[in-house]
């Protein structure tokens, strides 16, 4: 990726939220594209951009939020809208007198925006869009459906051969979504991981809180990097970090606030009487996964060296970040019960209809590897839709009716 500015899946989203409610935010994490997008978005009428990290505006915004926020456009950005909480009430007021839609567009990169102030204040008039770093698929040059909206409904499209190597997908775990570090070398995008982890855990959590324990919160997102795509153990946690696990759920909470990390729930089914309750720990992006977990290329490249929760965790991110934006709305679980039958991932359609996802970083697919996807078809009946296991190897082979081991890119190569 070189200076290019790469179109972003979720504009037509943000644009089509403006056209029919009065406010609209595009939350997400640090350095996702927040401000970039708002600054390139076709807006349809007259607009402009102001941001409260210059500190002139944060000071007149605060001072009187009414008269900063009336300018004669039809749509008013406010980029780094949490800074100044004033805000949102005289945004209330403003669009009670005047309810035209996408008159207002906040940015922000924490759930702050979502938090009991605003969400009162703007409750009726507000949609709250996520942007994440890249998905692979906004990576790649391609115009069709995405992989989430062609499972549930013509999975036999999704079986093709892939070009995608070994060496690839490596670079893949390595870089992650972030622009900035995709548009690094390896040692350069080191020194920039770093400085993310360092700004991101000072300052969005002090933003959200005054955690006396600050210094063990960069600590605390190592840990979920090592574990990451595991079931969450708060208080294993708890024990390698010597504090309580009530802290460790608190401050988890704060990481998934920032973005940092996801928790994909478990699934709650009567499928089976002994589900797992746990969730699932999700670092947001893999390449910073891979930077905490301080993994290389010639260190993944070792025989022997585990790449399964990496991989993993660039498949549920992916999934992730593609729904933020498909036309395609479904919720994401993962499923384990104690007799050891486990799918990594779980997709659940509005109308019950299920796609189970399993991943593997194997290149040699094989029947025994089905086991739970195929316990899901079997008690799901007409509800599952499809069963894939995503690993290493290039060909796509079906495993039976509704199932098929697939190459992972399949995620973001489909409908090319
Ligand atoms: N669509 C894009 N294509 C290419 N590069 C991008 C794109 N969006 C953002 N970038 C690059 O990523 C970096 C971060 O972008 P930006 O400042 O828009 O993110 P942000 O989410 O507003 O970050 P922050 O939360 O720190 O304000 C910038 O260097 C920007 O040039
Ligand atoms: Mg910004």
């Known amino acids: ?45 007259t607009s402009l951009v102001v941001t409260l990290d210059d500190s002139a505006a944060r000071a007149a915004a605060g001072y009187d939020p009414r008269a900063f926020i009336e300018r004669s456009v039809d749509t008013l950005v406010i980029d780094e ?52 770093p890249f998905a692979e698929r906004e990576l790649v040059d391609a115009d069709g459906p995405a992989f989430i909206d062609v499972v549930f409904d013509q999975p036999a499209a999704l079986l093709h051969r892939s070009a995608v190597t070994r060496a690839d997908l490596t670079d893949r775990l390595l870089r992650g979504g972030f622009p900035e570090a995709a548009r690094r070398r390896p040692p350069r995008r080191r020194a920039w991981f770093d400085g993310y982890v360092r700004t991101t855990t000072e300052r969005v959590i ?10 063990e919160t960069p600590r605390l997102l190592q840990l979920c990097a090592a574990r990451t795509a595991t079931e969450l153990n708060t208080s294993a946690i708890a024990g390698e970090l010597g504090i309580p696990a ?33 969730p699932k720990l999700v670092v947001a992006d893999v390449g ?35 729904l933020s934006w498909s036309e395609t709305v ?40 089905f086991k739970g996807l ?15 296991l995503l690993t290493s190897a290039p060909e796509a082979t079906p495993f039976g009716p509704k199932m098929a081991a697939l190459p992972i890119s399949t995620l973001w190569e489909v409908g090319d």
């Not at 195929?374 to 894939?388: K, M, P």
């Open 1 to 45: 990726m070189g200076d290019d500015i790469f179109p972003r899946s979720v504009a037509h989203r943000a644009l089509e939220a403006l056209s029919d409610t009065p406010v609209v935010v595009v939350n997400g994490p640090r350095q996702a594209g927040k401000t970039t997008l708002v600054r390139s978005l076709p807006y349809p009428g």
């Open 206 to 215: 002090r933003e959200l809180a005054d955690l006396e324990r600050l210094a």
């Open 246 to 278: 009530r802290t460790v759920s608190s401050y988890l909470a704060h990481l998934t606030t920032a973005f940092l990390v996801r928790l994909i729930p478990a699934w709650s089914t009567n499928l089976s009487a002994k589900v797992v309750r746990r």
């Open 374 to 388: 195929r316990f899901l078809a079997e008690r799901l009946g007409d509800r599952f839709a499809f069963g894939c």
């Open 81 to 132: 809208a949490q800074l100044e909480p004033g805000l949102f009430r005289a945004i209330k007021a403003s669009v009670d007198q005047d309810r035209r839609p996408g008159r207002f567009l906040l940015t922000g990169s924490s759930r702050l925006l979502a938090a009991p102030d605003m969400a009162d204040a703007l409750v009726g008039r507000v949609e709250t869009l996520d942007l994440w």
């Open 288 to 322: 910073l996964a891979a930077h905490l977990q301080g993994v290389t290329g010639a260190s993944l490249a070792r025989f022997g060296t585990t790449r399964g929760p990496l991989v993993e965790t660039l498949v549920a991110t992916e999934l992730l970040r593609q």
């Open 330 to 369: 479904a919720t994401i679980w993962h499923f384990r019960d104690r007799s050891g039958i486990e799918v990594d991932l779980v997709l659940e359609y509005p109308d019950g209809r299920v796609v189970g996802v399993e991943v593997k970083a194997t290149s040699t697919p094989r029947g025994a590897h």
